[in-house]
């Protein structure tokens, strides 16, 4: 393995560790003769075009220029989809564990990420799933029902259930939505588009609770761009992962947010 990764550094590489990682891509801690760094090995597998590598570096590029708590991109190897990061120290902290220092430290992210001048905006394609308008969160949802039933492998009852009962509610509220809004189709203007990096939640903070102050490092940009500013809040205050989070500290995350960025 490691006269494989050599290629990668201009410094002698000493140790090579696989970290347990439940996503798609390979990850390894690289220690050098000068110092430790992350190596992605992104995945291949896509349903699209979408580069995971290369959107990633480009992001943290982006962002760790402009002072945000991030790792620090080294260099990207294009032919060969891997990026080299610096190491961070830390871990995921479980939903029970929040408190208000790290809810305030993921508010403040995001506000200044969505307070990014027109500009700066315009420097990235619309996030992979991002939802400009009425007509893309409809078709964002009927396409998560069929990627759903595709790779469906539950029992024949629960089969019936989702194209039978699961359906009928979302083309009902497809039509709902229709009527409700005429202008369904028309997509926010640029001035109201945000850069988000999605999947707004705590599984993808690192957290060094060793480090005085307390350090929180944003991870995983593979699908990052410009989306509606409402859908990452609600992603985080909805999030699967947020469920054992409370009220009081979900409220006090929208109150450092808007102390930032007031929304509308």
């Given at each position: 393995m490691k006269n494989g990764f050599t290629k990668f550094f201009d410094k002698e590489v000493l140790e090579i560790t696989k970290l347990d990682h439940k996503g798609n891509n390979n990850l390894f801690k690289i220690k050098t003769s000068e110092g430790d760094y992350l190596l992605k090995e992104y995945s291949t597998i896509q349903k699209d075009n979408w580069n995971r590598g290369k959107s990633e570096f480009n992001a943290l590029s982006f962002l760790y220029e402009r002072g945000f708590k991030v790792p620090k991109p080294v260099i990207y190897f294009e032919e060969d989809n891997v990026g080299i990061y610096s190491f961070e120290n830390g871990r995921i902290l479980k939903p029970e564990e929040v408190n208000e220092e790290d809810v305030k430290e993921l508010a403040v992210f995001l506000a200044r990420l969505h307070s990014l001048p027109v500009d700066e905006k315009n420097m990235f394609p619309k996030e992979r799933t991002g939802c400009l308008s009425v007509l893309d969160y409809i078709n964002l949802l009927k396409s998560r029902y069929s990627n759903l039933l595709n790779?469906?492998?539950?029992?024949?009852?629960e089969r019936i259930f989702l194209e039978?009962?699961?359906?009928?509610?979302?083309?009902?509220?497809e039509q709902e939505t229709i009527k409700k809004?005429?202008?369904?189709?028309?997509?926010l203007s640029i001035n109201e588009q945000v850069l988000t990096r999605g999947d707004v939640a705590f599984n993808n903070i690192l957290v060094d609770d060793s480090a005085y102050p307390k350090k929180h490092r944003i991870i995983d940009f593979e699908y990052f761009g410009r989306d509606d500013p409402a859908r990452p809040i609600l992603d985080f205050l909805h999030h699967d992962k947020s469920k054992e989070i409370s009220e009081s500290l979900k409220h006090l995350f929208l109150e450092e947010y808007e102390k930032i960025n007031p929304s509308d």
């Amino acid at each position: 393995m490691k006269n494989g990764f050599t290629k990668f550094f201009d410094k002698e590489v000493l140790e090579i560790t696989k970290l347990d990682h439940k996503g798609n891509n390979n990850l390894f801690k690289i220690k050098t003769s000068e110092g430790d760094y992350l190596l992605k090995e992104y995945s291949t597998i896509q349903k699209d075009n979408w580069n995971r590598g290369k959107s990633e570096f480009n992001a943290l590029s982006f962002l760790y220029e402009r002072g945000f708590k991030v790792p620090k991109p080294v260099i990207y190897f294009e032919e060969d989809n891997v990026g080299i990061y610096s190491f961070e120290n830390g871990r995921i902290l479980k939903p029970e564990e929040v408190n208000e220092e790290d809810v305030k430290e993921l508010a403040v992210f995001l506000a200044r990420l969505h307070s990014l001048p027109v500009d700066e905006k315009n420097m990235f394609p619309k996030e992979r799933t991002g939802c400009l308008s009425v007509l893309d969160y409809i078709n964002l949802l009927k396409s998560r029902y069929s990627n759903l039933l595709n790779d469906f492998s539950g029992r024949e009852n629960e089969r019936i259930f989702l194209e039978k009962e699961i359906l009928s509610k979302i083309e009902e509220l497809e039509q709902e939505t229709i009527k409700k809004y005429p202008n369904f189709k028309e997509e926010l203007s640029i001035n109201e588009q945000v850069l988000t990096r999605g999947d707004v939640a705590f599984n993808n903070i690192l957290v060094d609770d060793s480090a005085y102050p307390k350090k929180h490092r944003i991870i995983d940009f593979e699908y990052f761009g410009r989306d509606d500013p409402a859908r990452p809040i609600l992603d985080f205050l909805h999030h699967d992962k947020s469920k054992e989070i409370s009220e009081s500290l979900k409220h006090l995350f929208l109150e450092e947010y808007e102390k930032i960025n007031p929304s509308d």
